[in-house]
Structure formats: C-alpha cells, structure tokens
C-alpha cells in the first residue's frame, strides 16, 4: 500500500491545534487513525533552524502493530536518530545519547551495568522510603484541607524518590525539578518562554544537570555510600564500567523519566476519581485487593509517555503498510491503551479492569522501562496514603495541561479535601 493520507484533516504535528484539544476530541481522532487502512502518514514540523523539519513519520494507532514494532528492535530500531520525532542534533548527544536512543548491543551492555540500581534489594530498600516520603507528603498538607495537588502531591514523590536513589542532596531537588520541567515541557511557554530558543534551553538543563552528576561522582569517588551513582562509577561487569559521558547521560534519562511520568499518572489518578466516584467507592471498599489492578488501570488511562519513535533498518511491512528503510513510525501507546480490540470500553477508567494487558511502559522489548516496578510501588503508596488519610481528596478544576504530544502531562491541579484528613 502506498503512503495513506489521514482520513482526518488532523494534523498530530500541530501541537496548538491539535494537543491542546479536548482529550475527547483526541480519542475520536486516534479512533478514526486506527479504523483506517495501512498506516496513516504526516509531514513534520521544523523545531527550530537548527532542528529542521524531517522526513515525516507514520503513526501506529493499533496495540498489535505498537507490540510488532516494539518486538522487533532490529527492524524497528531506536538507534537510528532518535525515539523522539526530530533526529538527535550532534550536539545533543553528550546530554540526552542514553541506552533509550541506542540499539543492542550498546544499549544491552548499558542495561546490564544500570539494572543494578534495580535489583530486588535495592527496591526492597526504595519501598521504604517511598512510604516515609508519601506519609510526610500527606502530613504538610493535610490541615490546610487544600493544596495545589502537582506541586505538593504527584511532583514531589517521584522527585524525592529518584533523587535520593542517586544521591543528591535535597538542597538540590529543586534545580534538578526545574531542570527536567525544560527538558520535558520545551514545547509549554510556561516552561520555556516564547522567544527563548528551545535548542538553548535544551542545551542549558542538560548541562546543568550533567556539571551537578559530575561533581557527585567525584565525590563518591573519594568516598563511595550506598548511592547509586557510587554503584555506577564502581561498576564493573564483565570488566566494563560507565564513562563520565555515559553516566551524565543515563542520570539525565533517569530523573527525566522517572519524574514526569510519575508525576503524570498520579495526578491524572486523582482527576480521574474525581470524574469517577463509583470507582473511588469500589477501590475504598477494599484498599488491599483493588490498588494493583487500579494502578495499572492509572497507568493505562493516563498512557503519561504518548509515544515513541523507531526507524525502519529495511523494508518491510506493517499493519498493512509498505515501509522503506529510513521510514520513522511513532509508536502512540495512549492509543494502543485504547484499542478496543483489548480494552472494553476504552475510553471509561475502571479500577477492577481486568484484563488489561496496556502498553503504557512501553511495548515487549528491550527497552520495556526499566522503572515499571518502581514506578508501581510509588503509585501505589502514594494513592494508598491518600485514600487511607485523605479520601475525599478531589480536583476542583479542571486539569491545566501541559501544551505537548509527547507527555500527557499535568501541570497544574487544585484540590481540596476534609482539613485534618479521615477521622
Ligand atoms: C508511570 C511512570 C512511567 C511510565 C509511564 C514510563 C514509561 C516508559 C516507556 C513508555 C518507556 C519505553 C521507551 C521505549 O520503548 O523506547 C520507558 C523506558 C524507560 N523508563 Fe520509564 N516510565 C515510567 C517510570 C519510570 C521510572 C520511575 C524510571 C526510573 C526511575 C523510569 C526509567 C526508564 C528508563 C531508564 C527507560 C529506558 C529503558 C531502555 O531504553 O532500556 N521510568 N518508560
């Protein structure tokens, strides 16, 4: 089949008239995507002169056609560019050239050496402070009876949690949350103001975050603790261990990825038992069998990570579409979580789904996150906290959404619930 035009008059690269919609709109128009023959193709946008507008991509709509691509990384490879739309510029790569954006056997040789931040014991030791962090989340704000819910809520636990892991001290929380907000929210003004170029900006909140691993290392180097930059400078597994370049880059990948995705599905979960009263009932009926299937039901509503991008390494087909090599595919896993070949009623958040198989981690592969199961525990803590102490906690607005395709992200959120919490 030769490149099919969208039966929408949709573009998925316009940010303002297309991702700042209503989110109703963006499920008719992924519905309509998907039901259409082949692959459906758009024309990319220039970022800025120094990132031109590529070749354009294909979007895969359907969950099968996302579990192919993800299934097959050396067909689809994550390599060749980048996962982002726009191909990695050159002077990117010191920053943001992690194990994401690599293909085997990089990105197997980095995965071993990092998996040791991972390991049973370690999350074991995480869980933990998790719950001192989440118990002490609800303890500064349960009088006021109000509070702005992704400030002091759904930002600051994954924060806390991400950064002691690796050891920065908390007089440096708030840089590296500014930091990541620039690297993830480069497309909201209110993150990098309009005429501020993004390329700079981009080029700044690396650097500054990969001066400040820099000086960490070098102190645990002098004096190693139980951090996981400590274990990472002194890893040595099969006589390899990181260079300075290769740890800069996968702290930046870890305090990005694993704060605004975190941050994005816990407060997505309090929109959406706001929305739902009957599903925070039946999760408050019983705390203990309902939070695992209502996290990952969490995670598939709010699908935080939109898409990846692959690239084709050489001709072949997919869901019904001829490709060539070079051919970018963007892997829209908030519409696979929708595909109602899987999910009944797709659109409806439902705390017992069950099944529900959502790809909101990303597809089978070797780059499934590596943060799932941390990423589970803190939602699941973190909403356990809330409904135990503060179970009326509800928005009272709507969400203030961030103006992007690639996070489903919050960034602001007012709640309110009873002063002084359940008694
Ligand atoms: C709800 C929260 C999260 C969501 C929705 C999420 C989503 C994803 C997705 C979709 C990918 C797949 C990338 C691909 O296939 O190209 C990924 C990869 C990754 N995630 Fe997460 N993530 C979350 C939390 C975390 C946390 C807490 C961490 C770490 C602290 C983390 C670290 C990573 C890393 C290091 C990778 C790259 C893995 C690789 O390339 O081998 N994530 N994540």
């Known amino acids: 089949m030769s490149r099919a035009q969208p039966d929408t008059d949709v573009d998925l690269s316009d940010l303002d008239g297309f991702w700042t919609r ?10 309509a995507l998907r039901d259409q023959p082949g692959l459906p ?21 359907r969950l099968d056609d996302i579990a192919e691509a993800s299934r097959r990384p050396k067909l689809f490879t994550s390599g060749q560019g980048a996962t982002n739309i726009a191909d990695l510029p050159k002077e990117f790569l010191e920053f943001y050239g992690s ?87 480069a497309t909201d003004p209110e993150y990098v103001p309009e005429g501020t170029d993004i390329f700079t900006a981009l080029l700044q909140a690396g650097g500054d975050l990969t001066n400040l691993v820099r000086e960490l290392a070098a102190l645990r180097a002098e004096n190693p603790t139980d951090d996981l930059i400590s274990a990472l400078i002194n890893a040595e597994i099969d006589g390899e261990s990181l260079t300075p370049d290769e740890l800069a880059s996968f ?21 959406a038992l706001t929305r739902y009263p ?17 996290v990952e039901e969490i995670v598939r509503w709010a699908s935080p990570v939109m898409f990846m991008r692959r690239t084709v390494a050489e001709a072949t087909a997919l869901g019904g579409q001829e490709l060539s090599a070079g051919d970018k ?12 070949k899987y999910f009944l009623e797709p659109e409806k958040f439902d705390v017992l789904r069950s099944p529900n198989a959502h790809i909101g981690f990303g597809g089978p ?9 941390l990423a589970r525990r803190e939602i699941s803590v973190m909403f356990r906290e809330l409904l135990t102490r503060i179970p009326d906690i509800h928005a009272t607005a709507e969400p203030v959404r961030l103006k992007s395709s690639f996070i489903n992200g919050i960034k602001h959120l007012p709640v309110a619930f009873t002063p002084g919490g359940a008694r």
């Open 251 to 271: 702290f930046i990948l870890l305090v990005v990825a694993g704060n605004e995705t975190t941050r994005t599905a816990i407060s997505w979960g309090i929109t």
């Open 365 to 373: 592969g070797p780059h499934f996150c590596l943060g799932a199961h």
């Open 41 to 61: 193709f758009f024309a990319e946008r220039e970022i800025n002169r120094a990132i031109p507008a590529g070749p354009g991509y294909y979007a895969l709509t």
């Open 99 to 185: 194990m994401i954006n690599m293909d085997d056997p990089r990105h197997s040789r980095l995965r071993r050496i990092v998996s040791r931040g991972f390991t049973p014991r370690r999350l074991d030791a995480l869980t933990e402070n998790v719950g001192r962090v989440a118990s002490t989340i609800v303890d500064d704000i349960i009088d006021a009876g109000e509070c702005e819910a992704v400030r002091s809520i759904s930002a600051r636990l994954p924060l806390t949690i991400v950064c002691d892991m690796m050891g920065i001290p908390e007089s440096q929380h708030d840089f590296v949350f500014d930091r990541t907000n620039v690297i993830l929210g």
């Open 329 to 340: 595919v963007l892997l829209f896993y908030w519409a696979g979580n929708r595909d109602p």
């Open 278 to 294: 009957e599903q925070r009932e039946r999760w408050l009926a019983d705390l203990d069998k309902v939070t695992p299937t209502a």
């Open 22 to 31: 209503p989110i109703e709109e963006r499920h008719a128009v992924f519905n």
